[in-house]
C-alpha cells in the first residue's frame, strides 16, 4: 500500500522548533516532488514548502521563507521540514505529500492533483 508517515507535530512555545519528518511506504521518492500544506482552523489549506526529489531543488511559501527549512535524506526515503521561530500564526494541520514531476501543485498552489496524501499532524504553537 502507498503511504506517507508523518510524525513531529506538537506543542511548542512561540519562538520555539520543531522538526516534520514524512517518510514514503510502500514506494520510492524517486522522480516526485515532496512537501507539506498546511490547514489551520476555518482556513483553506495553503502552500508551505516542497522539494524535488532527484536533484534537491526547493520551494517555500514566500512568507514562510527564513524561518521553515526542507531537506531530504535519500537513503532513508525521507523529507524533513524544520520549522524554526515558530509562531501562532503557524498552528496547523501539517499535510505531507507527494506527486510525480517538479512541483507544480506547490508553485500553482493548487493542491487538487496531488498524488499521495499524508494522514497530517498537529502543530500548535503557544503564545
Known amino acids: 500500500e502507498v503511504q506517507l508517515v508523518e510524525s513531529g507535530g506538537g506543542l511548542v512555545q512561540a519562538g520555539g522548533s520543531l522538526r516534520l519528518s514524512c517518510a514514503a511506504s510502500?514506494?520510492?521518492?524517486?522522480?516526485?516532488?515532496v512537501g507539506w500544506f498546511r490547514q489551520a482552523p476555518g482556513k483553506e489549506r495553503e502552500v508551505v514548502s516542497c522539494?524535488?526529489?532527484?536533484?534537491?531543488?526547493?520551494f517555500y511559501a514566500a512568507s514562510l521563507k527564513g524561518r521553515f527549512t526542507i531537506s531530504r535524506d535519500n537513503a532513508k526515503n525521507t523529507v524533513y521540514l524544520q520549522m524554526n521561530s515558530l509562531k501562532p500564526e503557524d498552528t496547523a494541520v501539517y499535510y505531507c505529500?507527494?506527486?510525480?514531476?517538479?512541483?507544480?501543485?506547490?508553485?500553482?498552489?493548487?493542491?487538487?492533483?496531488?498524488?499521495?496524501w499524508g494522514q497530517g499532524t498537529l502543530v500548535t504553537v503557544s503564545s
Open positions: 510502500g514506494f520510492t521518492f524517486d522522480g516526485y516532488a
Open positions: 505529500a507527494a506527486e510525480l514531476g517538479d512541483g507544480g501543485s506547490w508553485y500553482r498552489a493548487d493542491p487538487r492533483y496531488l498524488d499521495v
Open positions: 522539494i524535488t526529489y532527484s536533484d534537491g531543488s526547493t
